[in-house]
């Protein structure tokens, strides 16, 4: 009877995978070099994207359903987002539009040690910080447009008392201070009220007060401009027909978004940033040299172990053809299993993240392109390794 490739090359996938499963420790530096190739990516992409999500987190978690920016400001990013003062009541005019509020901000000279209230000053083991702050203001009464929801009801109370702050957990080392520690900002003693979490400061370290305290700092905005105005509607699920009918009557004056757009063009805005975007190409480089170097060696060495079951095979009369389809289908499974890897090893990295109040954010579409990078990695690895099996001549299994 005569023996063809059909029946092996019928169920190259089950071949490939049983000999994955019963011979995982050749392949296991594979699986690791594609699984840290792809967290290379992923962790700098989360650590980019969270900063950016970190810096906008005060809107993108208000109860707002529609933000007003500038007409050509294309993120918070993207140059001036604010706008006239006078635009307040345009918005109102709306007849969905419930409630209007600008996000205001200021900037002033932290202290940790005040020179002149010594019964204030931190402890022995303390070191003196002096720091420029942004000063970011909410409005704590309940249900406010500008009060993130994730604020808890201990937070808000804390905030009405005035000159009361609180500060993003990660920045306390930073500022050398602890809740309940006095401060100074343009020396005007405040006190650390609070300690919030998932609000890690990009650059300069952010403090949040009251909108009334921001006043009493003497930094709260009385110009002609104010920062995006946050919008509330009626109905949060009519926030883009809102949007539409906002942009229709704006006269060119602003441009309104839904928070999730908003949210969206901060992201791309992040990939923008020259620097990110030669840091990520990098990444993604040294992933590929990384994955391709080792994977294939790897491949190479296994196929070479098993030189003399591929002899076998093609002795049995196994056709070249259906040998290469065997290899290439152990590759792909090779990439999957490092996908598995990678999210095992990027979920411990963001929980560690998190731990410790930074936070990450793995864009849907960036995990979804790492993926399939890993799994072309692991593909072509195999096609290179391909050559090894020239020598798979079932003459050497009379050697």
């Known amino acids: 009877m005569r023996h063809t490739g059909s029946g092996i090359g019928a169920q190259p996938v089950t071949l490939a995978l049983s000999t994955l499963i019963y011979e995982w420790r050749r392949y296991l530096a594979a699986i690791i070099a594609l699984a ?116 808890s009801d201990s937070v808000r109370d804390a905030l009405l008392e005035p000159y009361a702050i609180a500060i993003d957990r990660t920045a306390l080392k930073r500022l050398g201070v ?82 999730a757009e908003l949210a969206k063009a901060n992201q791309n805005a992040m990939f923008e940033e020259q620097i990110i975007g030669i840091m990520l190409g990098f990444s993604v480089f040294l992933g590929v040299l990384i994955g391709v170097g080792i994977t294939s060696q790897t491949l190479r060495g296994a196929i070479l172990a098993s030189i003399k079951e591929f002899a076998s095979l093609r002795a049995l009369g196994v056709s070249m053809g259906s040998l290469r389809r065997i290899v290439i289908e152990l590759s792909f499974w090779v990439g999957i299993a490092g996908l598995l890897a990678t999210a095992l090893l990027t979920a411990g990295v963001g929980s560690l993240a998190a731990a410790n109040g930074v936070p990450m954010s793995f864009p849907p579409e960036m995990v979804a392109g790492v993926g399939v990078l890993l799994v072309f990695i692991a593909v072509a690895s195999g096609l290179l390794a391909l050559g090894i099996l020239k020598k798979s001549q079932p003459a050497d299994l009379l050697r």
């Open 36 to 151: 840290f190739s792809g967290l290379l990516v992923l962790a700098q992409t989360g650590m980019f994207m969270g900063i950016g999500a970190a810096f906008s987190a005060t809107i993108e978690r208000s109860p707002a359903d529609v933000m007003v920016l500038a007409p050509k400001a294309t993120s918070l990013f993207g140059g001036n987002s604010g706008v006239p003062r006078r635009l307040m009541p345009v918005v109102y005019k709306h007849p969905e539009v419930v409630e209007v509020a600008d996000m205001d901000t200021g900037w002033g000279r932290w202290q940790n040690v005040s020179e002149t209230a010594q019964p204030d000053a931190p402890k022995d083991d303390a070191k003196a910080k002096a720091t420029n702050v942004m000063i970011s203001a909410v409005d704590p009464h309940p249900g406010s447009v500008t009060l993130p929801t994730d604020y």
């Open 178 to 259: 602890k809740q309940g520690d006095k401060a100074t900002i343009n020396g005007q003693v405040v006190r650390v009220k609070a300690v919030l979490d998932g609000y890690p400061n990009m650059m300069e370290a952010t403090v949040v007060s009251s909108r009334d305290t921001l006043r009493l700092l003497g930094q709260a905005s009385t110009g002609d401009r104010v920062g995006p105005l946050m919008v509330r509607v009626a109905d949060p699920l009519r926030a883009e027909q809102v949007r539409d009918e906002l942009n229709a009557m704006s006269q060119g004056k602003y441009r309104a978004w839904t928070r």
